[in-house]
């Protein structure tokens, strides 16, 4: 009723109006009939429906370029296949049927990628399958190139579809290692695709025959770094692995090997995730060690055996998942040389001359504390001796080896003593003296 009283005085008022203002109210009618539409949750006349999305499909690809391959792999053992396989998917993106025709599977070099261990036994070839359906069963062949043709109309790839094509074996492509260099490694896959190359033949729905090769990835690159530059190590010392040509989400785990020489492991260090690798850690900064002052370290366990000189060698162990490789590097440990050298230490070390004649023999000359010395051959000018000190300048470039004079030992023999023997002693011969007359010749005597 309240409503009804309204629109009728609207009404009255309207028909009192002139024309002009009439017209102006029925705009203005309008309009807000037109902003009540338009509020939140009201009804509105504006609304669209919208126009459903339309997905653009891909455009098939004409020609032998329908069939799209992957990259060979090398799969492991599963519940069906007792050995190993070598595997590719391929996709047909064209808009009719490919027929798979046949197969060829050649190795390429190098085909073995560990330098610990000599490589497996041959694999021997036994069958194809397609999406883990038997597609072709030959005579078994351990010899390379396999070539086989598919039976007629066995392998056919319908427009969008994907299968794997695979090539099995009689035994698996993984390596155990030893557990006594290498405790509680898995069995690592040291074959890759890239051994393998593959040419794959088909034919399309027009009558059209095409090859396809296949081949897959190949290892990383190890290197070594030393921190001297050279595989001859002396204190303190560091090294570090880098793998070269690998994408960061292929790693898998990074591993250091070292053993002495005799086999024994001595130390060990692993990462996972890592393209980079320090012996002792501090990575990517590495921390350096010193020879008989630190110890190696077996599983970051606690100290392992002193640091000693010696001949080593470094194992790496790069794992990705599309295989392993295993790598060796040897290095010498060389002695530590001295921090800094003292001036003594630098000085030259006299070593007294045995094989010349000393100028003086003991006991024969006790210079003068204050007589100057004879010439020494070479020299030009006489050295003052004095008790305190003595000086004697060496003669340059002389080297003297001693030699060793065997002097003949005299054996004295005793000599028995002479007995004087008695001479006869000459007797003496008495000369009579004449005796002088002693009577005068007057008295008649002496006559």
């Keep these: 009723m309240q409503v009804s009283r309204v629109y009728k005085s609207a009404s009255r008022l309207s028909g009192a109006l002139p024309r002009l203002n009439r017209l102006f109210m029925r705009v203005l009618f309008l309009a807000a009939t037109a902003a009540a539409g338009c509020q939140p949750g009201g009804p509105s006349s504006l609304s669209t429906t919208p126009l459903p999305t339309r997905t653009a499909s891909p455009t098939p690809v004409p020609g032998c370029a329908a069939l799209q391959a992957g990259k060979l792999a090398v799969s492991p053992p599963g519940e069906t296949v007792a050995g190993g396989s070598l595997e590719v998917s391929l996709t047909n993106l064209g808009r009719d049927t490919i027929t798979l025709l046949g197969a060829v599977l050649e190795k390429e070099l190098p085909t073995w990628h560990i ?3 000599p490589p ?24 390379f190139p396999i070539l086989h043709r598919f039976p007629a109309g066995r392998a056919r790839l319908i427009p969008g579809r994907q299968v794997y094509l695979r090539w099995e074996f009689d035994r698996s492509f993984y ?47 190890i290197e070594v770094d030393y921190s001297g530059g050279s595989a001859a190590i002396y204190t303190p010392f560091w090294l570090r692995a880098r793998l070269e040509g690998v994408q960061p989400q292929e790693l898998r785990s990074l ?35 010193r020879p008989l002052q630190d110890n190696w370290d077996l599983n970051a366990a606690g100290k392992g055996g002193p640091i000693a000189p010696g001949d080593y060698t470094l194992a790496v162990l790069a794992v990705t ?25 630098l000085a030259p070390t006299r070593t007294p001359i045995a094989s010349r004649t ?14 100057p010395l ?20 060496p003669l340059p470039s002389l080297t003297f080896t001693p030699t060793i004079t065997q002097t003949p030992t005299i054996t004295l023999t005793p000599t028995l003593a002479i007995t004087p023997t008695p001479s006869k002693t000459a007797t003496r011969e008495l000369t009579p003296t004449p005796t002088f007359c002693q009577t005068p010749l007057e008295g008649g005597g002496c006559q």
């Design 115 to 117: 330098s610990a261990f």
């Design 120 to 143: 497996p036994e041959k694999l021997g070839f036994t069958a194809y399958t397609l999406d883990d359906l038997p597609l072709f069963n030959p005579p078994d062949s351990a010899v």
């Design 175 to 221: 390596v155990p290692l030893d557990s006594r260099q290498y405790p509680g490694v898995e069995p690592q896959l040291f074959t890759w695709g890239s051994d393998f190359k593959a040419i794959l033949d088909y034919r399309l729905s027009d009558g059209q025959d095409c090859s396809l090769v296949l081949s897959g990835d190949a290892p990383p690159k």
């Design 255 to 289: 591993e250091l090997f070292v053993h002495d020489s005799g086999g024994r492991l001595v130390h060990r260090r692993k990462l996972s995730g890592a393209a980079s690798l320090c012996l002792f850690g501090g990575d990517p900064d590495c921390q350096p060690r």
């Design 321 to 345: 998942q599309s295989g392993s490789l295993l790598q060796q590097f040897p290095f010498t440990i060389a002695a530590p040389r001295p921090a800094a050298l003292t001036a003594s230490a």
């Design 358 to 371: 000393a100028l003086y023999p003991p006991g024969t000359l006790t210079p003068s504390p204050f007589a």
């Design 374 to 393: 004879p010439f020494l051959p070479g020299a030009g000018t006489a050295t003052l001796f004095f008790p305190s000190t003595l000086t004697i300048p």
